[in-house]
T-cell receptor, first 117, second 116 residues
Framework: AQSVSQHNHHVILSEAASLELGCNYS??????LFWYVQYPGQHLQLLLK??????LVKGIKGFEAEFIKSKFSFNLRKPSVQWSDTAEYFC???????????????FGQGTRLTINP | IAGITQAPTSQILAAGRRMTLRCTQD?????MYWYRQDLGLGLRLIHY???????GKGEVPDGYSVSRANTDDFPLTLASAVPSQTSVYFC???????????????FGEGSRLTVL
């Protein structure tokens, strides 16, 4: 069965610091990879996604992620964080993207990011 | 505004009571899902539906049932609520037919359920 592991449960940074959140998955086949963000009191929103091609993916709000197939990793990065980036971040893997039907995303445990002004 | 509507937003429920969480989407997506979100566990899939008239079990289906009578609605029912079902429940949808399969899920605002 697929699984997703996020290394950091809670990360605290100051504004302008650089960010990297780790994500590893276990699945040997072709996958789609996602990062979702959940701002306080809100629903999950897509931050960025990887399907194929360039392993460096750029998303909204200056976020990017790099897919390293050999390491089964999809780490999220941002060069300079802002207070408004305070949120919970979820990595997710979908191993059924090529198949019609329901997409069973498997989510990591989430990483709570707190940015101090 | 197109999207997913969940109701209620929040509910406190006595153990043993029956509860239905409602979910409606207006994006004509074929697939719909129910996840529960618990601290330290992320999101776990409860049930899903590929198309109207079909449903399937996810990772944590026990104690929950769903139905999919039409494309837009996907209610989640707790037949006899227990305290361990205290959680935040998210409904989601995706469009995976007709060459639109991106694997992306669209989420509702969530329903916070407390079972005492």
């Amino acid at each position: 069965a697929q699984s997703v592991s996020q290394h950091n449960h809670h990360v605290i940074l100051s504004e302008a610091a650089s960010l990297e959140l780790g994500c590893n998955y276990s699945y040997g086949g072709t996958v789609n990879l996602f990062w979702y963000v959940q701002y306080p009191g809100q629903h999950l929103q897509l931050l960025l996604k990887y399907f194929s091609g360039d392993p460096l993916v750029k998303g909204i709000k200056g976020f990017e992620a790099e897919f390293i197939k050999s390491k089964f990793s999809f780490n999220l990065r941002k060069p300079s964080v802002q207070w408004s980036d305070t949120a919970e971040y979820f990595c997710a893997v979908n191993a059924r993207w090529g198949i019609q039907g329901a997409q069973k995303l498997v989510f990591g445990q989430g990483t709570r990011l707190t940015i101090n002004p | 505004i197109a999207g997913i509507t969940q109701a209620p937003t929040s509910q406190i429920l006595a153990a043993g009571r029956r509860m239905t969480l409602r979910c409606t989407q207006d994006m004509r997506h074929n697939a719909m899902y129910w996840y529960r979100q618990d601290l330290g566990l992320g999101l776990r899939l409860i049930h899903y539906s590929n198309t109207a008239g079909t449903t399937g079990k996810g990772e944590v289906p026990d104690g929950y049932s769903v139905s999919r009578a039409n494309t837009d609605d996907f209610p989640l029912t707790l037949a006899s609520a227990v305290p361990s079902q205290t959680s935040v429940y998210f409904c989601a949808s995706s469009d995976s037919l007709r060459g639109k399969n991106t694997g992306e899920l669209f989420f509702g605002e969530g329903s916070r359920l407390t079972v005492l």
